[in-house]
């Protein structure tokens, strides 16, 4: 058998790639990863998969879009370090928390943050462009100020009723995550699943964890700042950063 050519087409930093960052990292697949800056990426993903978003992976010229499917394939292809639980109700429901937290909470962490990110264009390059050669750097942050009606639309922080949907959700969620680890220091059952990788890396934007993947450039200005203080000691992202920690290989 061939060597398997792995590649995962990401935003930097994005919270939705992280989960496929994750389980890539957690099973040590060896993986390249090509990076796109969000707007630019949109005709490079569409003709590679049919549809817009990131996180895509392609495993032997066979094309899987979306973090859950991508570890849904990682898992069959590479069943070492399971992600899902062997019981099947404990895996029925890490499945189902992560499919709740990928539709409900990583687009309200991701609009929260948002309605800071979306006053500070330069700290925004900062974030996804930060691998990017000089002039394409340059040239999204010339973009950015008419980009910016699309960015805010694609991120749902247009409308103030939106955005406080969007904090309430991501609030729930917290205290959703505290109660949950509280026994056993895992969502589901006693030991690291599907359901604690989605919790802590659609959580990381603001649990600020000490990965280069997801560590945060410095300095963050004010707008983003704010937010973030918020909620940086509630227990919730204390226990994504100790996930973090203990499961999140470098
Ligand atoms: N449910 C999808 C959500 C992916 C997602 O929202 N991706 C965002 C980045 S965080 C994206 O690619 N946005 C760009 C766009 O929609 O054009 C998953 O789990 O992968």
């Keep these: 058998m061939g060597v398997v050519m792995l590649v995962l087409h990401q935003f930097e930093f994005s919270h939705f790639n992280e989960k496929a960052r994750w389980a890539l990292d957690y099973k040590g697949v060896a993986h390249e990863r090509k990076s796109y800056l969000p707007g630019p990426h949109m005709p490079a993903i569409r003709k590679l998969s049919g549809q817009q978003q990131t996180p895509v992976l392609t495993i032997d010229g066979e094309v899987v879009a979306g973090s859950a499917h991508i570890i849904d394939a990682l898992e069959e292809r590479y069943p070492e370090k399971p992600l899902y639980p062997v019981d099947s109700e404990l895996r029925q429901q890490a499945l189902a928390l992560q499919g709740r937290f990928d539709e409900q909470v990583g687009p309200a ?10 006053q500070t264009p330069g700290y925004l390059v900062k974030m996804f462009a930060r691998r990017a050669s000089t002039p394409k750097r340059l040239l999204y942050r010339a973009s950015l100020p008419l980009a910016k009606r699309m960015i805010a639309k694609g991120n749902n922080v247009v409308d103030k009723q939106d955005i406080a949907r969007a904090f309430a959700r991501f609030e729930e969620a917290l205290e959703e995550v505290a109660d949950m680890s509280l026994g056993t220091g895992f969502l589901v059952g006693e030991s690291f699943s599907v359901a604690d990788l989605t919790a802590a890396a659609l959580l990381a ?5 000490d990965h280069p993947d997801m560590s945060r450039p410095q300095p963050v200005p004010a707008e983003v700042a704010d937010i973030m203080a918020r909620y940086s000691e509630h227990p919730a992202l204390h226990w994504a950063r100790a996930i973090y920690r203990d499961h999140r290989p470098v």
């Design 109 to 118: 962490a991701r609009s929260a943050l948002f309605s800071g990110l979306i």
């Design 205 to 209: 934007p603001f649990a600020n964890p």
